[in-house]
């Protein structure tokens, strides 16, 4: 499937993007429709035809100019592409610019299982992404910020604790790598389901990484939904004290 798209300007051809081109990239109705959705939860390019009703050419065409501007990116899946928000930046934009308009993206209703656990960008959260953030408090492997991050609100951030390095090292955390970046390393991110903080930043990418990585969580396709595998069942109640079990919805 062609993915070409000719704009004026030359839009494809322009790295970094500048402001314009992110402006005139979400200029769009259909282009802020995908994008929304994509705010929702990653999606194909026959999911995003049948949300907006346009041809599968057109809606490729208007993911190729989100691409460009840098505000989407694919993942292969299968013989499909995956589309999803590029990363924390890029969400933060849609918010704030839906917030301007008075019209906040709205967040989706949680099923089951995106209230125990489920992605935010990059990160966990949910009920599980809770737990373990109060865990790692407790185990003062994190400090605790004054002020939770909002739409509103950078807040304050969040630091290694005195026993930090020591636990996120034992979970095969590299440490020392993610402190690297202009990113905000750690800040504690206000779960919209519970109300509560999950850890987001660097820290928080990095985890919710290495959990996939050790099988104890494994990402849905197309969902922000993360399925908590048997090994990570028991290895989260033996390492974090966390009862996966008592957080579900039927619990």
């Known amino acids: 499937m062609s993915m070409t798209y000719h704009y004026s300007g030359d839009l494809s051809m322009r790295e970094p993007s500048s402001t314009l081109d992110v402006a005139r990239a979400l200029a769009d109705p259909l282009r802020m429709a995908a994008i929304e959705h994509l705010m929702q939860a990653p999606a194909t390019v026959s999911e995003l035809v049948s949300l907006t009703g346009a041809s599968q050419p057109n809606v490729s065409n208007h993911l190729n100019v989100l691409r460009a501007a840098g505000l989407v990116r694919a993942v292969k899946l299968g ?3 995956l589309y999803e928000i590029k990363d924390a930046n890029a969400a933060q934009l849609i918010e704030t610019l839906c917030a301007v308009a008075g019209r906040p993206v709205r967040p989706i209703r949680p099923t089951p299982a ?8 990059d990160h966990l959260a949910g009920r599980l992404g809770v737990a373990l953030y109060e865990s790692l408090r407790k185990e003062h492997a994190i400090t605790e910020p004054r002020i939770l991050r909002t739409l509103k609100n950078a807040g304050t951030p969040i630091e290694l604790g005195p026993r930090g390095e020591s636990v996120f090292r034992a979970l095969g955390v590299a440490v020392d790598q993610v402190t690297r970046g202009r990113r905000p390393y750690a800040f504690g991110c206000r779960d919209w389901s519970e109300q509560k903080p999950h850890l987001g930043g660097r820290l928080g990418a ?4 290495r959990l996939v990585e050790l099988g104890w ?5 197309g969902a922000r939904a993360v399925v908590v595998t048997p090994r990570g069942v028991k290895a989260l109640r033996t390492r974090f004290a966390v009862d996966v079990e008592s957080l579900r919805d039927d619990r």
């Open 206 to 209: 990095a985890l919710w990484g």
């Open 79 to 81: 013989r499909q592409r």
């Open 114 to 121: 995106l209230a125990l656990v489920r992605t935010c960008y």
């Open 217 to 221: 969580l494994v990402r849905q396709p």
